[in-house]
């Protein structure tokens, strides 16, 4: 089937917008599609600088595992997914010859980072074969015709390769293409483009001069010295053919011939062996080594090489830690740092790519197909397993915990096999011995002691096989509490972690002036805590963790220590948005007066 392309235009078409087709331009706005020297300066960097070259796939990194769908604007700027129809259909077709869109979009990604703009070529080369790519522009020839349409497509993936001539749509020849540009507008020159490595020309230049200068003292001979030596110390120095030739000199011969030795053969004993020197009393001492270098200024490229990339690291548009590395932390902080570059880089370069997709092919298309709703329709873009870690175990047992999955989710999340399941059986067993019921457990075992003997005596003799809980009339109002501390301490740890994050959304904190660091995220609201990238339960996690450790000395297990600081923590996280803190719940205190009874 032929490519759904957009219709050529007769008007001249505007130029503020991101993206564009090539169908239909004239020979002016095409001269200003072609490669400039900035761009051209920016890929050969990433040939020859190791630092650029691997700063240039910080966005191909995170794009490569977003998925783009086709979705529909409601009037309230709400987006429904569409799963089906032909939206679906248009937005399959485009992805990388062997499906999926990982190549396509990495392309993406280091183009718009190294010259802020490319191409989405589609080819149609028969009814089995249609490829997608995302190339450079001077890739792809466009011959505009008399009528200021394009009559010819030429492509040539490398310079050793003879061009390929494919033909637009609707003239009835084969094979066909189309190309979308999209470009990062330079904010000068809304039609040029505009990309990080713009501004770094010359820091990039600069280390290929270092580099170079390094390179030439580490391989020049002058750091090897000068060896001087006294004639005198030589009775016969020329042979009888002359002296034009140094190796006719007997004693540089020998000294060459032993140095020359022991390089090709530093194992031997040879090598090792020292050479000697014979000679007149009052000249030995004459014999010296005169250095030429000095490795303390020598390599002084050494630290502005350092400067250099400080710089280079600073000026493009990505983190810092991201181009100089994270060593200097732990596995969590590295994690936080990588969602937080999704949030403040990778994001929005996927949503620009979605976007001008969306306006130049999707709705076109979908419009000249006769989709009623084409100018609803938009590209969602799910970053799912960009932020997701792809170890979820922790997640799972937090989930399993809270009643959040099924047992069959829990599996599947950990990775461990259905045939692994346990039967009803194996539940009723694991529930008896966690609640240590000796009725569940089949004993018949009802009482732990018997009323007429008193307590059992202290240690395993009294123990009988059971933990001993010990547990004073008082501990229901101490346990009360200290739980209701704990959920102050959840809302007091939720205020601090607000204001960690307002340096990345300094006006979401600001409206919280004023305010108890208890209640700044009571202030701020759900919405302004979504902004900072927190939800409520992340947010006062770890609140309850000194009334988990109090809870045993009350008699109370780990297991049911651990249950009751999480569903303290709960509350703590439904509550959150409350301007004071409630009290609380009758269901809860209920499980402190079972403890305690």
């Known amino acids: 089937m032929p490519l759904p392309v957009t219709r050529p235009r007769s008007r001249p078409r505007s130029l503020t917008a991101s993206a564009s087709s090539l169908n239909g331009i004239n020979e002016t706005e095409y001269q200003r599609r ?20 691997y700063a240039s796939r910080f966005y191909s990194r995170m794009l490569t595992k977003i998925r783009l769908y086709p979705g529909l604007l409601d009037d309230n700027e709400n987006v429904t997914r569409v799963t089906d129809g032909l939206p679906v259909e248009l937005l399959s077709r485009i992805q990388d010859p062997g499906g999926g869109r990982g190549q396509l979009l990495a392309s993406y990604g280091r183009l718009m980072f190294a010259t802020g703009e490319g191409l989405v070529f589609g080819r149609y080369l028969n009814t089995e074969r249609e490829r997608w790519q995302f190339i450079w522009n001077d890739e792809l020839q466009v011959i505009v015709g ?118 090709e053969n530093p194992g031997s004993a040879e090598a090792a062996a020292p050479f000697l020197i014979e000679g007149a009393y009052d000249y030995l001492d004459r014999f010296k080594w005169m250095p ?52 403040s880089h990778g994001y929005s370069v ?15 298309a979908a419009r000249d197909a006769g989709f009623a709703e084409w100018n609803r329709l938009t590209i969602i873009v799910d970053a799912a397993e960009v932020t997701t870690p792809p170890d979820r175990s922790q997640d799972a047992d937090q989930a399993f915990d809270r009643g959040a999955i099924t047992r069959e989710g829990y599996r599947k999340l950990k990775n461990i096999p259905e045939d692994f399941a346990a039967t009803e059986q194996d539940i009723e067993e694991w529930r008896a011995i966690k609640l240590r ?51 102050a301490r959840c809302r007091e740890l939720a205020g601090i972690r607000v204001k960690q994050k307002e340096k990345h959304c300094p006006e979401v904190v600001q409206q919280a002036n004023g305010a108890a660091t208890s209640q700044l995220a009571a202030r701020i609201g759900e919405e302004g805590l979504c902004r900072l990238q927190l939800d409520a339960l992340t947010a006062v996690r770890g609140g309850a963790d000194t009334f988990r450790s109090l809870l045993p000395q009350w008699g109370v297990s780990s297991d049911r220590a651990d249950m009751l600081a999480d569903m303290v923590e709960v509350f703590a996280s439904r509550t959150l948005f409350e301007e004071s803190q409630p009290a609380l719940p009758d269901h809860l205190a209920a499980h402190f007066h079972q403890e305690a009874s």
């Open 34 to 53: 072609l490669g400039l020297p900035w761009q051209r300066r920016a890929l050969s960097y990433i040939d020859l600088v190791p630092e650029v070259n």
């Open 437 to 487: 019921d000796p009725v569940l457990l089949g004993t018949g075992d009802t009482s732990e002691t018997d009323p007429q003997q008193g307590p059992p005596p202290p240690g395993p003799e009294g123990d009988s096989g059971r933990r001993t809980r010990v547990v004073r009339a008082s501990a229901a109002p101490e346990m009360l509490g200290a739980a209701a501390l704990a959920v």
């Open 292 to 343: 030429l270098h000095d490795s303390q200024t020598d390599y002084m490229e050494r630290e502005l090489r350092k400067e250099a990339i400080d710089r280079l690291a600073f000026g493009l548009d990505m983190p810092p830690e991201t181009l100089k590395g994270v060593g200097g932390t732990n596995h969590w902080a590295s994690l936080q740092v990588f969602n937080d570059m999704w949030a």
């Open 350 to 364: 996927a949503q620009q790519f979605a976007n001008g997709l969306n306006q130049e092919y999707l709705r076109p």
């Open 146 to 263: 008399a009528n200021n349409m394009v009559s010819e497509y030429q492509w040539r993936p490398s310079p050793r390769e003879q061009w390929v001539t494919f033909y637009p749509e609707g003239d009835g020849r084969e094979p066909t293409a189309t190309a979308y540009r999209i470009w990062t507008p330079h904010p000068a020159m809304s039609a040029e483009a505009d990309s990080p490595m713009r501004a770094c020309l010359d820091i990039a230049e600069e280390l290929i001069v270092l580099t170079s200068s390094v390179l030439s003292t580490a391989v020049s001979r002058r750091t090897n010295g000068i060896i001087v030596l006294p004639s005198e110390l030589n009775p016969n120095p020329v042979e009888p053919d002359g002296d034009e030739d140094p190796l006719n000199n007997i004693f540089l011969r020998d000294l060459t011939e032993h140095i020359t030795a022991a390089i």
